[in-house]
């Protein structure tokens, strides 16, 4: 049996609350700032984040030495770009928009080494450049999250989070909120009444139910987290930097 594991898979199969930071920028130093504050992941937003790839190594290694895991949020479901950040040493993927839980199959085939998938073998960081070539290939399986974010894709909710690779479905709110005919109303009906479907059908199948909570409010995360939010990103580097500065308005607004 490898050795080799993720963590962070590892904790959600043990329904353990996950609780992580969200990288807009691409600096090194903010990402380590958010990492170091003990956060279980750190996402690198390569959707509407400045990261590109070569930055997005910088910047897993920055939450590797801090022990979070390091993700990347991708806009598509693009299998080479989602196999290069593994390669990188991403240990899992959040995926905007998914609809349908055919297509995510097709995707997360480019994400699984076979027999399961088709994602190609080598020498990468990934498995420290050949030194645990053996047991990352026969040990590792990647976080893949289907962000839900359309009426097709609550639609879809049932079959995705069927999906045995499939570690949970994470809520987009504000393009769900968007697509759903209530911008930024995430007390509206329609949003409410998404947000009960997603988690009835990660209730069925035995999946975690994740969601930006995107103001950096604690009172918010907990409440987040009592009902029955088990992944949670927190905040983004840009946010919680302009809350901390928000308290110089009243004065620069003179």
Same mark, same amino acid.
Request: charged content about 20%; aromatic content about 8%; hydrophobic content about 45%.
């Given at each position: 049996? %490898?050795?080799?594991?993720?963590?962070? !898979?590892?904790?959600?199969?043990? %329904?353990?609350? *996950?609780?992580?930071?969200? @990288?807009?920028?691409?600096?090194?130093?903010?990402?380590?700032?958010?990492?170091?504050? #003990?956060?279980?992941?750190?996402?690198?937003?390569?959707?509407?984040?400045?990261?590109?790839?070569?930055?997005?190594?910088?910047?897993?290694?920055? +939450?590797?030495?801090? $022990?979070?895991?390091?993700?990347?949020?991708? #806009?598509?479901?693009?299998?080479?770009? +989602?196999?290069?950040?593994?390669?990188?040493?991403?240990?899992?993927?959040?995926?905007?928009?998914?609809?349908?839980? !055919?297509?995510? +199959?097709?995707?997360? !085939? %480019? *994400?699984?080494?076979?027999?399961? #998938?088709?994602?190609?073998?080598?020498?990468?960081?990934?498995?420290?450049?050949?030194?645990?070539?053996?047991?990352? @290939?026969?040990?590792?399986?990647? =976080?893949?999250?289907?962000?839900?974010?359309?009426?097709?894709? =609550?639609? +879809?909710?049932?079959?995705?989070?069927?999906?045995?690779? =499939?570690? $949970?479905?994470?809520?987009?709110?504000?393009?769900?909120?968007?697509?759903?005919? *209530?911008?930024?109303?995430?007390?509206?009906?329609?949003?409410?009444?998404?947000?009960?479907?997603?988690? %009835?059908?990660?209730?069925?199948?035995?999946?975690?139910? $994740?969601?930006?909570?995107?103001?950096?409010?604690?009172?918010?995360?907990?409440?987040?987290?009592?009902? &029955?939010? $088990?992944?949670?990103?927190?905040?983004?580097?840009?946010?919680?930097?302009? &809350?901390?500065?928000? &308290?110089?308005?009243?004065?620069?607004? !003179?």
């Amino acid at each position: 049996m %490898s050795t080799y594991f993720n963590p962070l !898979k590892e904790r959600i199969a043990q %329904s353990r609350n *996950c609780v992580g930071a969200w @990288l807009v920028s691409n600096s090194p130093i903010m990402a380590e700032a958010m990492a170091s504050m #003990g956060f279980h992941f750190l996402v690198v937003d390569m959707e509407h984040g400045t990261a590109d790839i070569s930055q997005a190594e910088t910047l897993f290694t920055v +939450a590797e030495r801090h $022990g979070a895991a390091p993700l990347a949020r991708i #806009g598509s479901q693009d299998g080479e770009l +989602a196999r290069r950040l593994l390669d990188l040493g991403a240990q899992g993927i959040i995926i905007s928009t998914v609809q349908s839980a !055919k297509e995510f +199959a097709v995707f997360a !085939k %480019s *994400c699984l080494y076979p027999p399961d #998938g088709r994602r190609g073998v080598g020498i990468s960081r990934c498995n420290r450049f050949g030194d645990e070539f053996d047991a990352y @290939l026969e040990g590792f399986q990647p =976080v893949l999250m289907p962000m839900i974010e359309t009426p097709l894709g =609550v639609e +879809a909710a049932t079959d995705i989070s069927a999906l045995p690779y =499939v570690d $949970g479905l994470f809520i987009g709110p504000y393009d769900l909120s968007v697509n759903l005919g *209530c911008p930024g109303d995430l007390d509206a009906k329609p949003f409410q009444e998404a947000i009960d479907a997603v988690k %009835s059908a990660c209730a069925d199948a035995d999946k975690v139910l $994740g969601i930006h909570q995107v103001d950096p409010d604690a009172d918010a995360l907990r409440a987040r987290i009592d009902s &029955g939010f $088990g992944f949670v990103a927190y905040g983004t580097d840009i946010l919680a930097m302009r &809350g901390a500065l928000s &308290g110089a308005l009243e004065f620069t607004a !003179k």
